[in-house]
């Protein structure tokens, strides 16, 4: 046995039962006046899904799968995932299209359906008209059997316009924002270049920009010797982060 590989499973599967407890999100902005954003919803999804689905899959215990998909289906009839503030758009694509990868072989047809309509015109619609994103990549790459066309799109200009902002990673892997954002920014990067890589056997020259194999190592060269985070720039706390990021870094970079 691996002692670190356990905790983190019993871990999960503590953290999974919990969330079979907990009732499904609501849509603050019809309750509360004046919500600006459902960010902190669409994190939670993320969160929920991540831990649920891979509960399952670990598991093969249903209920993880069932509570998931429940879950699902409820932020996909959401009237919309609030394209006013793009985030909460991106992170709602990203709990959604993991849940529907990882759990596609359970999913009712019907839900399934339900969720290629809203990744489609709940994001993929707006991305075409407005950004180019990672987030989105996921998203497209979902749905990829039902959209072809516009999967290829979406990931094209993913790929063409994402360096603009790793390009500042050159030459040692600082990321000028800061350690909060640096985690931000790489949480999203991981997901990138390993459904990229997993998908289509390639990440289009992402991984080999200057700096981005290095980047780790500026956060852990950001902790003192007392465990605080040198707080610079747009950082929340100084404690450092225990991020999963490290381990798709370190398989990556060696």
């Known amino acids: 046995t691996e002692p670190l590989l356990d905790s983190l499973r019993a871990s999960l599967m503590r953290e999974a039962e919990r969330l079979l407890l907990v009732l499904p999100q609501e849509d603050p ?18 969160y929920r899904m991540v831990n649920l689905a891979l509960a399952y ?10 509570k998931a998909e429940r879950e699902l289906i409820h932020v996909c009839n959401f009237s919309d995932w609030d394209p006013v503030h793009y985030l909460d758009v991106a992170e709602m694509t990203t709990a959604v299209a993991i ?54 799109h979406i990931i094209g200009e993913a790929v063409r316009y994402i360096p603009n902002c790793l390009k500042h990673f050159a030459p040692d892997g600082v990321c000028y ?26 990440d289009f020259g992402i991984s080999e920009m200057v700096g981005v194999d290095k980047s780790v190592l500026y956060y852990m060269h950001s902790t003192s010797p007392s465990g605080k985070i040198f707080n610079f720039a747009n950082s929340g706390s100084t404690a450092p982060a225990a991020e999963p990021i490290y381990f798709y870094f370190s398989r990556a970079f060696n």
């Open 177 to 202: 924002e800061g350690p909060a954002y640096w985690g931000y920014t790489n949480m999203y990067l991981s997901l990138l270049l390993k459904a990229l890589n997993d998908n289509l056997g390639e």
């Open 99 to 152: 849940g529907y990868d990882w759990l596609y072989d359970v999913l009712a047809p019907s839900t399934r359906q339900l969720v290629v309509h809203s990744i489609k015109t709940k994001a993929l619609d707006l991305v075409v008209e407005e950004y180019k994103t990672g987030n989105a990549v996921l998203g497209a790459l979902a749905i990829e059997e039902h959209y072809p066309e516009l999967a290829k």
């Open 29 to 46: 902005r019809r309750k509360i006046k004046n919500t600006k954003d459902i960010l902190p919803v669409s994190r939670e999804q993320v």
């Open 57 to 66: 899959r670990l598991s093969g215990d249903r209920r993880f799968a069932e």
